[in-house]
Each structure stands twice: as C-alpha cells, then as structure tokens.
C-alpha cells in the first residue's frame, strides 16, 4: 500500500451495486475521524460496480474511517496514518489577505497562471509536450475545462464523452457553421444521468499530473462553447455533475474551482450561479478556491462564496489597471484570468504582443493582483496553445519568469500599492518598506525624481523587463534621481541595505 | 496700400490722445458697412497716441467704415475694396458637423496639431527654427500661450511683458523652489490696467507667421503656469485683457480662443469660465472657435458658447479611445489637444514612444476626433520642443503625415465610425460607402475576416501605419479574408474600384 501523506490523497475501492444506474441510484459515504475531529466525504461510482472513496487528509497523524451508503448491504471501516507532508506540497491554495495567496502550510503561493482549455483530451503525445511545456514554464495555476470544447479552432471530438451516449457529427463542421451548433444540440445523444468514468479518469489524470509539477489546477466546471447539450442541462443535471466532480476530485490539494469561464455567455443559467456556487462550497468538504469568469460583464463578486475575483478585462485598453479598483471593491485577491493572449490570431483577444503580455503581468503585480496568460499563435494545424498546449513560442513567459524571479527575492506578500501618484507612477511597498518597487510601464523616462525614506539606505536596481537587463546604484537615500535608459517597461526597485 | 482680400486684414491707425491711461480711458470703434450689412468693430490702443482698427472681410466686395470713439474729437470715414480671396486662404475654421471642420468657403479643415507652448517668446534663431520646423511638419493647428510660461523647464523671462512693469527677479528660480511662486506672485510689480503693445506685436507676428503657413493659431487665452500674477488677476482685469485680445488678434483669419489650458488647475476663476466664454463670443465679430482645456476633469462641454471638445486624456491607459463617447455627449468636434506627448520626460504626460502616438491619432481619426501631438524630449539646455519650439527629432510627425496623406486620399469628412464590433475592431466609413477603414492599432492578426457590400468591388490597402508601407489586394467583394502581416498598427483601408 502507498504511503498517505497530509495533504495527500488516501483513495480506497469497493465492490457494489452495479445494477441499474448507480450513478443515480446508489450512494456511497465516508466518515473520517483525526483526534476528536469527524469529516463526512461523498465517495463517487466509477464504472462496473466499483465505489471510490478520496480523502485528504489535512494533518499528519491517525485517521480512521467508516465507509457506508446504498451502494452496499454492507459497512467498511479501517484506519491509516498520514505522515508529514512532502516538502513540495504545502496543501490547499486558500485566500491570505485581501491581495495575496498562501498554502495550507502558510507557504505565500504566486498563481502566476496560464489557460490550455482542453489540453487534456488531446492525444498522448501532444499530452506530454505540454506537461514538459508546463514543466518549464513560470505558470503555477492552469484553467481547463472539464467539459470538452466547440469553438473555432476546436472541432474535433474528445476520445470519448463525460456522459453515456453519440455525440453529433463533426465531420460537417466549418468555420462558416460551427456557431449553429453552439444553439442546436439535437445531433447529440447523451444520458446526462450516465457519467463515463473514462472521461473522468482523463481529467484526474491531469490533476495528479500537474499536482506532481506543483502547478494547480484551475478547473472550468461550466462554459458555453459547446455542441453536445453539456453547456444546456437541467438544473438536475448541473447539480449531479457537480456532486460527482467534487466527489471525485476535490481530495486532490491542487484544484480550484471555477464555476464558468464567461458564465454571461450563458443566459440559461442567469440566477443559477448563487446557488451552484454555495452548493459547491457546501459539498466541498476541504474549501478549495472559487471563483467565476466573465465575458462582458464582472460578475458581482460581493456574494460571499466567491473566494477571489477571477477576472476577464471588459476594455481593450484598461485591462490589468483594473486590478486595484477590483480590490477595493471586492476585498478579494484578484487573478487576471484572461487579459488577452499573447499571439496573432484574428480575435482581438488572441493577438497582443509579448511586450504587451509582459506589461500586463507587471501592472497587475504592482496593483496586487495575478496575471494570466496564454498564448495564441496560429497554426495551420489549428494546434493553439490556449486549447490545445503544445510548445510555448512567444516572448512573455521568460520574461514572467523574470518578474516572478524578482518578486520572489523579496517579502512579496506584503507588498501594496501606493496610490499618491497614480497619474504617472506606480509605486508598491512592502509592509517594512525595504523594498519599493516601481514600474514605468510605457513611459520612457530618461531620468526619474524618487522618494525614498531619508533615514534609511537602499540600493536602486533598474530593470529592463523586457530586456530582461539589471542594473545597480548603491546608496540611494531621501529624496534619489536616477538616470534611466528611456526607453520602455522600465521598473525601479530600491532594496534597504542598511537593515 | 497693401491690397486688402477677403478673409485678409484691413487695418487702419489714426492718432488720438496719448495722456492719461488710454487703455482704460479711451475707445475706439469702426462701423463697416457691406451693401446692406454692418458690422461693429471694437478697435485697440497700440501706444504712442496710436490707435488701430482691425478688420477682416468676410465678403469680397466694397467696403466703406465710419471710426468714432473718445479716442479724439474727430471722426474718420474710408471705403476699400475687398478682392476674392487668395486661393491658400479659406477663411476661418468652423464646425462642419459633430465630428469635423471646415473654413468658410466650405474647404474641409484638419486639424492635426502640435503644441509649443511660448514658441514666440524665444529668441529670434529658435523661433524662425520653429517656424521652419512646421512648415514641413503635417500640423495644420498649433496651441500656443498669449502669457509667457512659469514651469519646469521654463525658467527665463520673456524679452518682454504683457503688462507695463517689473517682474520678480527669476534667477532664484530653481527646479525646488519654482512650484512656489505659482502660488507667490509678490515679487512682482505689474500695472494689469496698462497693456504693453510691445509685447502684443511679437504675439501677432507669431499669428501671421503661422498664417502664411496655413496654420492655425489655437491661442491659449489663460493658464496656471505662472509667477508674474497673469492667471490671478480680478474679473475686471480678466475681461479687459479679453477684449484687449481680440480687437487684436480677432480680424486674423486662423485664430481659435483657447479659454484655458488646465482650466481645472485655476481654482480663482471657478464659476467664470461660462461668463468669460459667453464674452468672448460676445466681442468677437466673426465668430472664430472657441473651447477649454482640462485637466484632470472635463469641462462641461454642453454649455453653448463652446464650439468643440478639446480634451486631454484623463486616464493613462485610455485616451483617444474615449473619443467617440465624447462626440456623443456632446456633439461637437473633438481635439484630442493632449493625449501624451512623445518624449523622454520624467513626467507621464511627456515620454511616450512614437508608435503609441501615432497609434492615438489613429484611434482618434477613426472615431472621429483629430489628434493633438507635441515632443518632449529632454535637453540638457531645457529648449524642449512643448514649450519652445524648435526641431522635431521624434518617430511620430512622418507617421502622422502618413495617416494624413491617407485620409486626403478621400472624403474624409463623411467618415463615422460604426460600432458593431467595438470589441476587437474599429470600422469607419464614409457615408456612401466607397472608403471602408479598419484599425487594428496594437493587435496583431495574421490574418482577417471583413464584410463588405456584397454587390461592390473593393481593393485593399493595407498599410503599415507605423513602417509606412501600402500593399495592395484588388478584387474584394463580400465576405473578405486578407492575410496581414501579424504585427500592430495595421490599417486596411478598402477602396470602391467599381463606382
């Protein structure tokens, strides 16, 4: 048996009903109990009378358990112990402050992230380019979908389906007509009260393997690219897919929920979301993120089960300044989850320039808040990142990687905006103020006034951030000019040196 | 007699008392009669016992006038005749419709413009530079001051004053302490009721100058920058250099009134900006433009005596872009009289790169505003191109002379935007549909679907608005997909080739 480690996964299998529709009709529970403290877990059917039960285990020590339900004439009970977590998983992705993010462990977690719709139903080998992609890329967090995707660009079939049943047939599908099928789905036929474990089995896999690359797993419950009905269920149908998905993935410490990707492109679900939301968090038995992803219009994020604003720029202009207002608004971290992408696509949403990529994050990280990326080069294949993964081309990933490089050599959870001079600066400090940062974006100021505390020394270093470039000034104190290169995507950052 | 022409400069000076302050206590005024017209002119005292009257036909024809005042005793009658206008004079500048100009014989009026503050206060080489500079320049309009400037950079003393006196002594001035004497006038001993002709002789030669060039004189009538006391005088003071003002200046064709530059950073004049408006509509005989500049606020450009918008950005991220929301509220015209300067100045107003100027002129032609430029980049003498004229060194003058080139090459004045797609795309037509222009400003498509009348023949032409090169695809019809070159600020431009 493997070793089960706190913020782990102890998964264990039982023989069942497999008469009639399990899925429906049979219900298998768990009770875990650590010290005096008791956890009840939803376990899920996975296919020929076969019942899972998934637990994490949140602290490191004895559990015991009691498995029961109608899957069974029959109980099950057990005990195992969970050690110390593995250094690399420091547990749940939860909301720190009103900007920041931190691991059950209280390790800071930097969701730097990246959007590869469907990169789990491709082939194999695509599969694993993408994980090395992923691998060696500066993304932490990753948006997919667990439904497959119809849009342009998208058009072949998944290896199979979430649900029982024949899908329509793509073959017909152009450019020209693909959109009518987004509305007609009467080509499909699918038992929505038939989950296909296989499916399932491909988006765990998935997880687990993004979990072992220490990258998490932001998974798009609902979206409105679709063909096969999956975007157009009863409420019913919605409610038992979400049980089913959390029974079946919430165990692992990596996934955060969100509820849609442009839930505004769905008006069949408008006065749905409130509820579908509190119904995750109330199945959810360990408190992963949620969030939920707009088109046009921000979704109202004061509702309380909404952990951070995921947040899709409604302007071709202002896109990751809005990060701020966000957070006065919301009191939520907020992670820009689709500021555009990097790439040359027709659509205006798939075709800025690395450098316009690269300002996007560093704005958004001054302000407080998570840039997101993908990249959409097209492909004669029609093989694009942002659905597909693959390789990664584009000029913005090495130099997020420089941001992140630079955030990390400092206290960046404590780093805030300073709003006296938005007019034509972005200044944020940490809490101490040994570090002040500061990003010029588009100016190019050949030299700068600064204003640092006169008591204290620090050392300016001037970044190129596209160049990728650093350059040092010891012993910068009060009020410090600074001769720059004038040129764009410049940032300043002044380090204490006499601490 | 020099001749006179229509559109051009009567001008005629009698003698008249020399003691006591003619400025306060003396008038003079000429009744022009046309046929059946009359028309009242105000005329000004120019010192030495000299007094002018200043006069532009609007109509070619015979002329005969009557001058009385309490100038002198005596009463003078003339007549003239005033020939058809020269063929490069047009005639004053006019709203045409909610977006464009024209003069008053109806020729279609662009108005690109630069901004060199107080250009006319240099010294004789630089400003003949200057002039130089833009008559090869593609700026038809330029913003300049009639007071001197008190701002960085700004230091020196004009040759002379507006008003008899003497100024605060400026070589205290410094890069610290200038701010202050903003707010500081006492060093300063000037008499606001005795105007110093001197001073009104170089400011309408500049006027001149620029006519002969074609050019528009977009005169600043105020503005905050200042240690003389100019922008602190009383109401009556005010209203007294207004009229001074445009008994000068009024007969010269190419002159628009400026009300303010930054009119929200003079909080003494609050609540009279209306009545200050109203009364240089009211004095001026011939009707020229008339607007106010902000800040970081708007001025309500509903109020009637304002001919058209002429607006600075109030947001760094979003600034021609709000140019079409401008021409809906208020149904005038718009200059986008500063969106940034191109330059290398610490400060946000004054360094951005030639590419992201030209593309806001770009975003600005095409929903129907006209864009302002000026270049700030640093010198170590502080002649800086914004406030003192002098070379052009920067990328963007050539670029706009490229969209201007493009935009001459058609009926630029029916073009609107159309507002379909505004989510990734900026379409204008004009109205017959024969010029059909896309902008794709800093998105990147590698290629492009358009929709074009079905029944109509089109060629592309597709410019690099930046590289300044036209490739041309004839034989569009219909639905159109054009390969592009994957890179920003690209226009496509399509051409009825069928009429």
Redesign the interface.
């Known amino acids: 048996m493997k070793p089960v480690y706190q913020f782990g996964v102890f998964e264990a299998e039982f023989q069942g009903v497999a008469e009639g529709n399990p899925f429906v009709e049979r219900e298998i529970f768990a009770q875990f109990s650590f010290k005096d403290q008791i956890k009840c877990i939803r376990g899920f059917y996975d296919g020929d009378g076969k019942y899972i039960i998934r637990f994490m285990p949140m602290q490191a020590g004895e559990y015991s358990y009691h498995v029961y339900g109608t899957f069974s004439d029959r109980t099950f009970s057990g005990s195992f112990t969970a050690l110390p977590h593995q250094p690399e998983n420091h547990g749940i992705a939860g909301v720190c402050n009103e900007t920041h993010f931190a691991y059950s462990d209280g390790t800071p977690c930097m969701p730097f992230g990246t959007t590869c719709y469907v990169w789990h139903l491709q082939n194999p080998e695509l599969y694993e380019e993408t994980l090395k992609t992923l691998k060696n890329s500066p993304f932490r967090k990753i948006r997919f979908c667990v439904f497959p995707k119809h849009y342009i660009y998208n058009f072949r079939d998944p290896a199979c389906f979430p649900f029982e049943g024949e899908p329509m047939d793509a073959s017909i599908l152009t450019e020209e007509n693909f959109n009518y099928y987004n509305e007609d789905h009467s080509g499909n036929h699918f038992d929505f009260m038939r989950f296909c474990p296989e499916y399932f089995h491909i988006v765990e896999k998935a997880i687990c393997d993004l979990e072992a690359l220490g990258i998490e797993a932001d998974l798009i419950l609902f979206h409105p690219y679709d063909r096969w009905g999956f975007s157009d269920m009863s409420k019913e149908d919605d409610l038992r897919y979400i049980r089913y998905v959390i029974a079946r993935f919430s165990a692992f410490h990596n996934v955060w929920w969100s509820m849609a990707n442009e839930y505004d492109l769905m008006p069949q679900k408008t006065g749905l979301w409130r509820e579908y939301g509190e119904f995750v968090r109330a199945e959810d038995p360990y408190g992963h993120l949620r969030s939920i992803h707009n088109c046009f219009t921000v979704y109202n994020h004061s509702e309380d089960w909404i952990t951070h604003v995921s947040f899709q720029r409604c ?4 896109t990751a ?1 809005e990060t701020d207002s966000l957070i006065e608004t919301y009191h939520k971290p907020v992670c820009l989850d689709e500021i555009a992408y990097e ?7 798939g ?3 690395p450098e ?1 990529m690269t300002r996007r994050f560093w704005e958004g990280a001054l302000r407080g808040g998570w840039g997101g990326h993908s990249e959409t080069y ?1 492909h004669e294949n029609n093989i694009i990142f942002w659905s597909h993964g693959g390789k990664l081309e584009g000029g913005s990933p090495a130099r997020i990687a420089f941001l992140k490089e630079i955030l990390e050599s400092f206290d960046y959870n404590s780093l805030a905006l300073r709003k006296d001079r938005m ?3 972005l200044r944020a400090e940490t809490s101490d103020q040994s570090v002040i940062l500061f990003y010029h ?9 600064y204003f640092l505390p006169e008591n204290r020394t620090y050392q300016a270093e001037i970044y190129d951030t596209f160049g990728m470039t650093k350059e040092i000034i010891p012993g910068c104190s009060g009020k410090t000019r600074l001769a720059l290169p ?1 040129k ?1 995507y410049i940032a300043v950052l002044f380090r204490q040196t006499n601490a």
């Open positions: 302007d071709l202009y202002r300044e790439g040359n696509l027709p659509l205006g949403w075709n800025i320039s316009e097209y007019w034509d600066e974006s588009f100016m190019r100021p050949i030299y700068r006034e004038g764009e």
